[in-house]
């Protein structure tokens, strides 16, 4: 294996089908072309987690070294930059730095480049990227912030999990500085300016020949489950082995308002976390039952979070859900009352 | 969640305010929510979460 395409954990997130649309390409190139999906170990570095960070990292070390070594091309623009960082004896290229890539899908009109804050040290990938728009009937403007000066889309060091309120403002900053449209080259940034009504043109989407404007905009659980998609299509298309750990099948299903999915969306819940804990609550019937209109309370401590969820049950073995929230701080002893009431019940039969 | 009659799934028992303890980051606290004064269950609605609560996580995560 010459090359191996390795395109993060994002791009499959957002949608399988850039993953194998790009790794066609790459094997149309190249009929070796190997791949590998997973993390570079840039949201762990984010959270300050330098030992999980150091794990993914020397596991990619090793995968590369197995697989002979070979040239790596990326995808995403933060795996870029860590990679050139952080694992330096691994030649990488992103995917459209290769000569034989060209647009398939072309635009007209005035546009400017939005150059992700990966790429702020590297110019000769944020020329490429101007280089193959040359050839487009377009007119390209420079954003006030761009090339060395690039800013963040919000999507980076896990800000909309610390202080959703920065990532309103950053990202309202971002889609203002230049009325027409965008063409980005990273899909967190393509997927956050479209989310808030910003017209984006994505430069995956011109070499596959695809429209971006066409395509739906993924919820945090959406996320989860294409990835889950993209390696079920790696091991039917590909035939490629899959030794990654079994995720969670589909339960039932969960109906709820788009208002609702956004909000979950919004505050980093997933739909899969819900079930788990209406799943629970059904189980072992702990709920709560709001007599007036019958809804249920179920909460669950999952990990480091505890989710609530408002719902009912429907007959069809469905569930509907009206409301979500979750928080951090955990409830101390709240089975205690039963704990004790079944030791007092037991001491006092022990004593009788 | 103005007067509203919640009554707990397992006990049929409606819940009563109760003083709950609370942990993060190895701090402690309490208030007072609603629990079944029979099993312990506690409902906790969101406007606690959304205000003290997230505030209160967000004063230990900045210590």
């Known amino acids: 294996m010459k090359r191996m395409f390795f395109p993060g954990c994002q791009l499959g997130g957002s949608d399988p089908e850039y993953v194998t649309g790009l790794y066609d390409l790459l094997l149309s190139l190249d009929g070796s072309t190997g791949i590998g999906i997973g993390c570079c170990g840039a949201p762990a570095e984010w959270a300050g987690d330098r030992e999980k960070f150091l794990e993914i990292r020397d596991g990619i070390r090793d995968l590369w070294r197995k697989q002979e070594q070979p040239e790596i091309i990326l995808a995403c623009p933060y795996c870029y930059k860590?990679?050139?960082?952080n694992m330096q004896e691994i030649p990488v290229k992103m995917y459209f730095e290769l000569v034989e890539i060209r647009l398939r899908?072309?635009?007209?009109?005035?546009?400017?480049?939005?150059?992700?804050?990966?790429?702020?040290?590297?110019?000769?990938?944020?020329?490429?990227?101007?280089?193959?728009?040359?050839?487009?009937?377009?007119?390209?403007?420079?954003?006030?912030?761009?090339?060395?000066?690039?800013?963040?889309?919000?999507?980076?060091?896990?800000?909309?999990?610390?202080?959703?309120?920065?990532?309103?403002?950053?990202?309202?900053?971002?889609?203002?500085?230049?009325?027409?449209?965008?063409i980005t080259y990273c899909i967190n940034c393509t997927d956050i300016f479209r989310a808030k009504g910003k017209k984006v043109c994505y430069l995956g989407d011109l070499v596959l020949g695809r429209d971006t404007e066409s395509r739906n905009i993924p919820t945090v659980s959406n996320r989860r489950e294409n990835r889950r998609k993209l390696r079920r299509m790696l091991v039917d298309q590909y035939h490629i082995a899959d030794n990654s750990p079994a995720g969670c099948g589909d339960r039932f299903f969960l109906h709820m308002s788009d208002a609702l999915k956004k909000k979950l969306t919004e505050r980093l819940i997933l739909e899969e976390d819900v079930i788990q804990?209406?799943?629970?609550?059904?189980?072992?019937?702990?709920?709560?039952?709001?007599?007036?209109?019958?809804?249920?309370?179920?909460h669950r401590k999952i990990s480091h979070m505890t989710y609530w969820a408002e719902y009912t049950m429907d007959e069809s073995g469905g569930c509907t859900l009206y409301n979500a929230y979750s928080h951090r701080?955990?409830?101390?002893?709240?089975d205690k009352k039963s704990w004790e009431t079944e030791n007092s019940s037991a001491e006092d039969a022990g004593k009788s | 969640m103005g007067n509203r009659?919640?009554?707990?799934?397992?006990?049929?028992?409606?819940?009563?305010?109760?003083?709950?303890d609370f942990q993060y980051l190895s701090f402690a606290f309490h208030t007072e929510v609603l629990r079944c004064p029979k099993c312990g269950q506690v409902f906790i609605d969101e406007d606690l979460v959304e205000g003290k609560m997230h505030e209160t996580e967000m004063v230990m995560e900045d210590k």
């Not at chain 1, 799943?279 to 019958?294: L, P, Q, T, W």
């Not at chain 2, 009659?5 to 709950?20: A, D, M, S, T, Y």
Request: proline share 3%; hydrophobic share 35%; aromatic share 8%.
């Open chain 1, 82 to 85: 860590n990679f050139r960082e």
């Open chain 1, 105 to 182: 899908k072309h635009i007209t009109g005035t546009a400017a480049v939005y150059d992700p804050c990966a790429m702020r040290r590297f110019p000769e990938i944020r020329n490429r990227v101007r280089r193959l728009l040359e050839a487009e009937n377009i007119s390209l403007e420079e954003l006030k912030y761009s090339g060395a000066k690039a800013q963040c889309c919000s999507w980076g060091g896990h800000a909309y999990t610390v202080n959703p309120n920065f990532v309103k403002t950053q990202v309202a900053e971002q889609i203002a500085m230049d009325e027409n449209p965008y």
């Open chain 1, 277 to 298: 804990v209406i799943e629970e609550a059904e189980r072992s019937g702990k709920y709560i039952i709001d007599v007036e209109n019958g809804h249920r309370f179920a």
């Open chain 1, 329 to 334: 701080m955990m409830i101390v002893n709240e």
């Open chain 2, 5 to 20: 009659k919640l009554l707990c799934g397992r006990c049929r028992e409606e819940l009563k305010k109760e003083i709950v």
